[in-house]
């Protein structure tokens, strides 16, 4: 399936949109008030008489995120006046006026006679009987599913001025059987939870796997025979091969923002320092060397910093320093450890994990150290990842216990925390920049 994803990239045809206004513009504050748009979206309309389930599929799969995004409030369709049922003529708007909605989604899905699906889909300001935007998709119909999330993106986008990030993939930690002997493969799926594909068999223990921003691939971490290994994994061909093979142990490894290098922390003696390999020439260069452990590096999204963990003050804090290596800055001052810093691809934030009192807590702080924010807390939250637009969060949280680690997100103002569907334990989230 995964294999077929690229295929159906090249094969959406996107049609130019139909009309165009201006975006609108979303702001939340912190602690403000805030309410979720209210929109429609209507079933799209079948094309054929085979097609009323795709139609129902793409509009329900709309409706669900746009709901979970927190941002957005779909209509319940009990509440509908009018049934569209002919996508080519514009809504009756004095029907939906009464609803107080801010936008109406009209789609049309059909399998055409090469066996492709299209699907069509046009937003509507209610108020001013104006389309906003519209665009048409042709694939194979398989991936239909990917054509509502893609529609979603540009809903999200049209009404909120923000980039959306539907159409994006998360690689996790899948976790099955008792604590005692938990088996641990690498997973794949959609943002939503669908289309779930494991990508390793569960024989070794797995750890820490990360996207990479410009190909298909992940790495991560296994700990087989012997020391633990950084590994490169192709999503798309099922290749995999070490990353080095460095004496010691090799942890947290992650991609720079182009692709080409994995920054990682390498254990030497009762230290640990951080290391970057260019994938190209496969050279490594020493970034760090301290008698601390230097561990969790991350890149800034233009690729000029790094924020990495280390324990060089006394206890983990969070440092940032030049990507080249450099003077380090302490930026966390807080109460307690910092640990899992992790880049916002907005640049504007870096989240962590913090442990004290008792509690784990996911929260955001920027680079230069100001404006820390604790968005969750409890036990035991972590590893935080960012959504492709820099909105939300998603990490795990693990009860201890007889039970497992669950992934959650949550979005960068403190609200609207979900609990991520998946087919079972799950831990070590990681978001994939868009597909499209």
Not at 110 to 121: I, N, V, Y
């Amino acid at each position: 399936m995964v294999a077929g994803v690229g295929a159906a990239c090249a094969a959406l045809g996107i049609g130019p949109a139909l009309a165009q206004a201006p975006q609108g513009r979303l702001s939340i504050v912190p602690g403000g008030e805030f309410k979720p748009i209210p929109i429609a979206i209507p079933p799209f309309v079948p094309g054929g008489p085979g097609d009323a389930d795709v139609a129902n599929g793409i509009s329900q799969v709309i409706t669900n995120n746009l709901k979970r995004s927190g941002l957005f409030a779909p209509v319940d369709p009990a509440a509908f006046v009018e049934r569209i049922t002919n996508f080519e003529a514009p809504p009756q708007f004095a029907s939906w006026k009464p609803l107080n909605i801010q936008g109406l989604v009209t789609g049309r899905a059909t399998r055409q006679s090469d066996g492709r699906l299209k699907a069509e889909f046009r937003l509507w300001d209610v108020n001013s009987g104006q389309q906003l935007t519209g665009a048409q998709y042709v694939t194979a119909p398989e991936y239909w599913r990917r054509i509502a999330h893609i529609i979603s993106d540009q809903i999200y986008t049209q009404m909120t001025g923000e980039k959306g990030y539907f159409d994006s993939r998360i690689v996790f930690v899948d976790e099955s059987g008792p604590s005692e002997r938990r088996v641990k493969r690498l997973a794949l799926m959609d943002q939503d939870g669908a289309n779930v594909r494991y990508l390793t068999r569960g024989a070794d223990l797995v750890l820490t796997p990360r996207f990479s921003p410009s190909t298909q691939e992940i790495t991560y971490m296994e700990f087989g025979q012997g020391d633990p290994k950084v590994y490169l994994f192709n999503i798309e061909t099922g290749q995999r091969e070490i990353v080095g093979n460095f004496p010691g142990m090799s942890f947290s490894p992650r991609f720079s923002p182009d692709g080409q290098r994995i920054i990682m922390s390498l254990q030497q003696g009762g230290n640990s320092n951080l290391f970057v390999m260019d994938l190209r020439s496969r050279t490594t260069t020493r970034l760090t060397d301290t008698p601390a452990i230097d561990t969790s590096p991350c890149y800034s999204p233009d690729g000029s910093q790094l924020c990495f963990e280390s324990d060089r003050g006394g206890k983990p804090q969070i440092y940032v320093m030049p990507a080249g290596g450099g003077n380090a800055q302490r930026i966390s001052f807080g109460d307690g450890t910092y640990s899992t810093p992790v880049w916002s691809p907005r640049g504007d934030y870096i989240a962590f994990t913090k442990q004290g009192g008792g509690q784990f807590a996911i929260g955001v702080i920027k680079p230069d150290g100001s404006g820390e924010r604790i968005l969750t807390a409890g036990f035991h939250n972590e590893g935080p990842t960012f959504a492709p637009n820099g909105r939300v969060l998603m990490f795990f949280r693990d009860p201890g216990g007889n039970s497992g680690p669950s992934l959650y997100s949550i979005d960068i103002s403190g609200r609207n925390e979900l609990k991520v569907p998946t087919p079972g334990y799950a831990s070590d989230p990681a978001w994939s920049p868009l597909l499209s």
